[in-house]
């Protein structure tokens, strides 16, 4: 990047000494020194005044390494000759200035500030800033905010002032009983979602389990009775293959008789049923007893998926139910704060 | 005539300079009040302070709505983000997109749409069951400050804008379906006035807009026309029941110093509970003063002058549900009043 | 409102035309079914999900039975009542259950049959009647709601002279029924062996057959009746849709009796590749478009036909696999129609294009340029003279703030009573906490 002379620069002159009066002469304007604050350039030598270059003068702290315009436009001040010409951009660099905004001292070494009053004063004038809802007045804001600092104790405390969860916790009641009991131990919302809780784990739940286990009862009589009845049959009768319901068996001679029935919880007497039974009759005692029964395909598996699935998602309610619990106590949490401060 | 049902501002303490919006819930129960960060709900019936909702904004909130189930309120802040809390849950959502202050908020009749307009010249269609950003809509060229939804007729959304322009655009696909005003008007040049708030009649026929120099309009949608001006008192010298055409339009071109209102205040449709009667506008200004007009034959019902009640302060908010009547104003003064 | 505010001629195209949406059921899909004004979509799934999408946002917004009593297999039928806030779904593991969209985490009501349950229909929903079809039973069932647990009639007629005769005509298994939308208590079932039989259902116990007749020797598979009642479309396993004109009117002799006239009119078939139907649909009103998917994987598209002169008007195209249920919705005239491999619904839809001249008050749409030319008035001062006094004028002129439009411009009717579904804010909430907790 070629840097161009600004407008207000003259072209370069090497002139160093005034004809007339033999003085050293300096700077763009080519005058001899008269004590007015001057700066260095570190790639020609020469000295440059800061109004010439205008540049405020309360910038004469700030200079890390300067470069006169020349310098920076790349016509002057190559002290090294080896270096090629085009390559080397000199620039002027300067230093961090204090973060207290009127102060233009350079920082120290790491830190934002010019001495460790000024980062005091910094400090405090951020916190008169602070404007907290509800006060008026800036002074008790800032007596405020000294009584967080000092309670914290240490730096990193303070940074984590506020993060505590206290709304998340159960409230003492004794801060105010009456209020307590009229927020939350009355709140109907949160008494109605206890009690569905309280219902499903104590009454849905184990309902439902009941009807798993009878139904299982049920199946294991229908197997004992289906073999009983192969038996009795399969010794008489070569049966051709039948192609059962859904327990798939092998077996040339099993029979497997449907047993839908809609009251699974009697389970008659296998020795009697067997006696009675007769391969004619579709229901006996009833329990369909069809061999190959499409219209009542399947219906134990079904059965017991519809329990396991009213099970599974009485669970999950359960759960979601405690979620809203917890988030109805955190409202009224907040709701018992407000009105304890008011 | 408006009557005084009570002063809400004795119980809510409501900071000044930071109330800026008060909308009753659906069925008239309650009163959303904004209060700095928070949201205060007050219950009518028994007098008190139902519930303070704390909002997870950072700057002040500019208007609060209710869902059309009563049990969420969406608030709108110039933190560019909207909020929409549950009553009994606290916060659901924070919607955020908007590039600037958001000004203005409006549910759909089925609570499943929330538009909100802005400073960032967009319309927002957001989807409040799963909190997500649906449509964005860009059709003006300053600061949207209002938008509005028909209750019973969700399909059409009108915004208002301080281009000018007043704008008819369709929920469903976010196509502009037309257009009221100009904004450029070739003929005067005080002839496009920057529109402050915008409201629609309950069969969502009639639009009504107050503009910033204060007069309020109510224009057909269908036909695109005026067919209601209301101006204020100041600009007497016209009597809009005279018959005589030349003078009026005379008056019309002489009294044009255009005022220009700083405050974008309130105003709502009325519908007097005894069905013959015509529906009223109320209407606040910046002075504190409420005007009250018939819409049928632009009689100025009731004038509620300043002194009295909102102290020369911006009515910033007004809003009706049935014949009740909740007037909040900028220094925290809130009023119940019912129409007789 | 915004359909007043669009160009008439797009708004009121009478079929949609374009795929304007596809919604991605995880859950194969097995039946689809618009609410009563269209703002919601159920889908019954293979598993026994039932899903409604909001049809603002096309996102699902509740699922039918997430606290109890969910279906366990593929769910045959959906049903919604007038209102739109109650659903009756039947489903292949024999259940029929009703649904309140006030409380959808459990089911209000059930009934079992002893197999799986076809169609499932509301009757009347003033009695809380439906009725349903069921696998292997000769006759249709009449449910009755109002009760705890719900009553089952058969709906047969005591009174059959042939039946009397113990002369039973073995009709076959009643496969499908369809509900007359004018005479309210008229029900038509098709059974497995290619009879019609018209029913009359006065109340729980007259019920009387009024026509029967057999069109061949196959199954009936669907029975679909036009919004006056003049049309019936069938739709057998023989690959036919068969179209008749209905004609039901008090015998002139006595007024007790139906005299039911039905006339074929129309055959439509796939004559190239002998597809069968899978499912069909009539347009709304008087019917004048029917529309059909065809079975085969090679077929991606729905049809559709004028009824008047039986000719093929449309191809929709967009899916990319076999469509199976159609459903269409006057109120925002969309079709619906899930794909069978993917189970994904596509929607077609009107696509109104946006209109440029809305964006300014007189701005007008041309065709082509038009060359300025200046108006004799254009510059008249007197005439902005006369400008003012007419808006003076208009501003006499009456106005009603308050009455809403009854009929839209389709001729829906605005002010149906329409239940809006509760938002399930316990999702939102949970969704939150997870996402939270991660």
């Not at chain 1, 010794?235 to 051709?240: M, R």
């Not at chain 2, 005379?250 to 449709?269: A, E, I, V």
Request: aromatic letters at 10%; proline letters at 3%; charged letters at 25%.
């Amino acid at each position: 990047m070629i840097v161009e002379l600004p407008d207000w620069c003259p072209p370069y002159s090497s002139l160093k000494v005034d004809s007339v009066t033999n003085e050293d002469v300096y700077c763009i304007c080519k005058k001899p020194d008269n004590g007015e604050l001057m700066v260095g350039c570190d790639g020609c030598d020469d000295w440059f005044h800061f109004k010439c270059l205008h540049i405020s003068t309360k910038y004469k702290e700030l200079v890390s390494s300067f470069y006169c315009p020349y310098c920076q436009a790349g016509i002057t001040g190559n002290k090294n000759e080896e270096d090629d010409v085009e390559e080397v951009h000199h620039k002027t660099l300067w230093k961090r200035k204090c973060r207290l905004q009127d102060c233009y001292k350079p920082c120290q070494d790491n830190s934002k500030y010019c001495s460790g009053e000024h980062g005091e004063e910094y400090m405090r004038s951020i916190v008169m800033r602070v404007k907290i809802q509800g006060n008026n007045d800036s002074n008790k804001d800032y007596a405020f905010v000294q009584k967080l600092v000092q309670s914290s104790g240490t730096a990193d405390k303070f940074k984590i002032f506020g993060e505590s969860d206290f709304t998340k916790k159960d409230i003492d009641p004794k801060l105010n009983v009456e209020l307590f009991d009229k927020l939350i131990m009355n709140d109907t919302n949160l008494k109605e979602l206890q009690e569905k809780e309280i219902e499903i784990n104590q009454q849905q739940i184990p309902d439902v389990e009941s009807k798993l286990e009878s139904l299982d009862k049920y199946l294991q009589w229908l197997k004992a009775l289906n073999a009983k009845l192969t038996e009795v049959e399969g010794a008489t009768i070569v049966e051709p293959k039948k192609k059962g319901n859904r327990k798939k068996t092998k077996s040339n001679h099993s029979k497997r008789i449907c047993g839908f029935t809609n009251d699974i919880i009697s389970i008659p007497n296998t020795d009697e049923f067997t006696e009675s039974y007769s391969q004619d009759s579709t229901t006996h005692q009833g329990i369909c007893t069809k061999i190959k029964c499409a219209k009542h395909h399947d219906w134990a598996s079904m059965l017991i998926a519809r329990h396991n699935q009213d099970l599974r998602t009485l669970e999950t309610y359960s759960e979601r139910l405690n979620l809203l619990i917890k988030m109805r106590k955190e409202q009224l949490n907040i709701q018992f704060y407000e009105k304890l401060i008011k | 005539m408006l009557e005084l049902i009570g002063k809400i501002s004795d119980l809510v303490h409501l900071t000044d300079g930071l109330s800026t919006s008060a909308c009753f819930s659906p069925d008239g129960t309650k009163l959303a009040i904004v209060d700095g960060l928070s949201v205060v709900i007050y219950d009518i019936s028994s007098g008190e302070v139902f519930q303070t909702i704390l909002t997870s904004h950072v700057k002040s909130i500019s208007q609060v709505c209710w869902s059309p189930d009563g049990q969420c309120v969406a608030t709108a802040s110039d933190d560019f983000t909207i909020n929409v809390l549950h009553l009994l849950y606290g916060q659901l959502y924070i919607l955020m997109g908007h590039t600037a202050p958001v000004i203005s908020l409006c549910y759909n009749s089925k609570g499943n749409l929330l538009c909100s307009s802005s400073m960032d010249e967009s319309i927002k269609i957001w989807d409040t069951l799963n909190g997500t950003l649906m449509r964005t809509i860009s059709a003006h060229s300053e600061a949207v400050v209002s938008i509005d939804i028909c209750t019973f007729d969700s399909s059409i959304l009108s915004s208002g804008s301080f281009d000018g322009l007043i704008r008819i655009f369709d929920t469903a696909t976010g196509h502009c379906l037309k257009t009221l005003t100009y904004d450029k008007d070739w003929k005067r040049e005080t002839g496009v006035v920057p529109i402050s708030q915008v409201k629609f009649s309950k069969n969502a026929k009639f639009l009504l807009v107050k503009s910033l120099d204060g007069v309020v309009k109510i224009w057909d949608c269908v036909r695109g026309n005026v067919v209601r001006t209301f101006p204020l008192q100041d600009d007497n010298d016209i009597d809009t029941n005279k018959k005589d055409g030349e003078e009026q339009i005379d008056n019309k071109q002489q009294g044009k110093q255009l005022k220009q209102m700083n405050y974008s205040c309130g105003m709502d449709f009325l519908y007097p509970e005894d069905d013959d009667k015509p529906p009223i506008v109320i209407s606040g200004y910046d002075n504190g003063e409420i005007y009250c007009w018939d819409t049928s034959d632009k009689k100025l019902l009731q004038l509620l002058k300043s002194d009295e009640y909102h102290k020369d302060s911006p009515i910033i908010s007004i809003d009706c549900h049935g014949s009740m009547v909740c007037s909040l104003s900028l220094n925290g003064e809130c009023y119940l009043w019912t129409w007789k | 409102m915004n359909l007043l505010l669009q160009d008439p001629f797009s708004v009121l195209k009478e079929y949609p035309e374009r795929l304007s949406h596809t919604l991605e059921n995880p859950l194969h899909t097995e039946c689809i079914k618009f609410s009563p004004v269209g703002d919601y979509l159920a889908l019954g799934s293979s598993n026994g999900g039932v899903i409604i999408y909001d049809m603002d946002t096309f996102k699902p917004i509740t699922v039918l039975g997430t606290n109890m009593g969910s279906h366990t297999r593929s769910i045959q039928s959906i049903s919604w009542s007038p209102c739109g806030r109650y659903i009756i779904t039947s489903s292949r593991d024999w259940f029929v259950k009703l649904w309140d969209l006030d409380d959808p985490g459990k089911n209000k009501s059930e009934l079992s049959f002893d197999s799986p349950v076809w169609n499932c229909e509301w009757f009347d929903f003033e009695d809380k009647l439906a009725v349903a079809t069921v696998f292997e039973e000769q006759n249709a069932f009449l449910i009755d709601f109002k009760l705890e647990p719900p009553t089952v009639y058969q709906i047969e007629d005591r009174n059959d002279i042939e039946m009397e005769n113990g002369n039973v005509n073995n009709k076959g298994y009643t496969l499908t029924l369809a509900i007359h939308p004018k005479l309210g208590n008229i029900v038509i079932t098709g059974t497995s062996k290619g009879w019609i039989n018209i029913f009359q259902i006065q109340s729980l116990s007259n019920i009387k057959l009024v026509h029967s007749f057999k069109i061949g020797n196959y199954n009936i598979k669907h029975i679909i009746i036009s919004e006056n009642g003049d049309k019936l479309g069938i739709n057998s396993s023989d690959r036919t849709i068969r179209q008749y004109s209905l004609k039901v009117s008090n015998d002139t002799a006595n007024e007790e009796k139906l005299q039911v006239e039905i006339d074929l009119t129309h055959k439509y078939q796939d004559v190239i590749n002998k597809l069968q139907w899978n499912s069909i649909f009539f347009s709304n009103n008087s019917a004048e478009y029917i529309v059909a998917s065809t079975h085969g994987s090679s077929a991606h598209e729905l049809y559709i036909w004028e009824t008047s002169s039986g000719t093929l008007v449309r191809v929709l195209e967009g899916s990319e696999e076999e469509l199976m249920d159609i459903d269409w919705n006057f109120y925002n005239m969309c079709l619906a129609s899930n794909g069978l491999e993917s189970g994904d619904v596509y929607i077609w839809s009107i696509v109104v294009p946006p209109k440029w001249s809305a964006l300014a008050p007189d701005f007008e749409e041309v065709e082509d340029n038009v060359n300025y030319q200046e108006k004799e008035d254009e510059f008249d001062q007197a005439h902005e003279y006369e400008q003012q006094r007419e808006l003076i004028q208009l501003e006499e002129v009456e106005i009603d703030l308050k009455t809403r439009e009854q009929y839209d411009v389709r001729g829906n009717d605005l002010l149906l009573p329409n239940f809006t579904i509760p938002p399930d804010y316990q999702r939102t909430l949970l969704l939150q906490y997870k996402n939270s907790n991660k």
